[in-house]
């Protein structure tokens, strides 16, 4: 059985060797960084030969600002810094040990709207990836993006 932990640090100087490890998942969390190319410099920095980084985020987001009560200056709701499409994703990281760029959209702006996760949660996955295709086909509205980058 293999140990699980979890360890918190600086994204942009993460204490570990270089090619440390098989897969790095970073769910939802590129759309809050300052600076995205470094973020995922860093992190394929980690990545063994032939492993793979996976970017989860959501996708061409309309970021909305609010007034903060006490700066007094524009915010990003949900700390949101920026918006991504599979184009801005793929131009994040070049260099000469990245193998691929594959993205895949999900989700459905009209299925969130209508709430139909309440039913879908007893359905499986399969029957979610299917609903998703279907009505993106009718309204393409998807809301996710996940994108796999794949080293050399």
Not at 33 to 49: A, G, H, M, N, T
Not at 51 to 78: D, F, M, R, V
Not at 123 to 152: R, S
Request: aromatic share 16%; net charge neutral; with cysteine.
């Amino acid at each position: 059985m293999e140990k699980h932990f979890g360890i918190a640090a600086d994204s942009f100087h993460l204490p570990f060797n270089d090619h440390s490890f098989d897969c790095i998942i970073a769910s939802e969390i590129i759309e809050h960084v300052i600076e995205p190319k470094d973020f995922i410099k860093e992190l394929f920095r980690v990545v063994k030969s032939g492993g793979s980084l996976i970017i989860t985020t959501p996708y061409k987001e309309k970021i909305l600002y609010y007034l903060c009560i006490h700066c007094n200056q524009k915010t990003p709701a949900n700390a949101h810094l920026h918006s991504f499409d599979e184009m801005i994703l793929g131009d994040l990281y070049s260099g000469k040990d990245l193998e691929s760029f594959k993205f895949e959209t999900f989700g459905n702006k009209l299925l969130l709207y209508l709430r139909t996760y309440v039913i879908l949660q007893f359905f499986p996955f399969l029957m979610w990836k299917l609903k998703d295709k279907f009505f993106n086909l009718i309204i393409n509205k998807p809301v996710h993006i996940i994108c796999v980058y794949n080293k050399k």
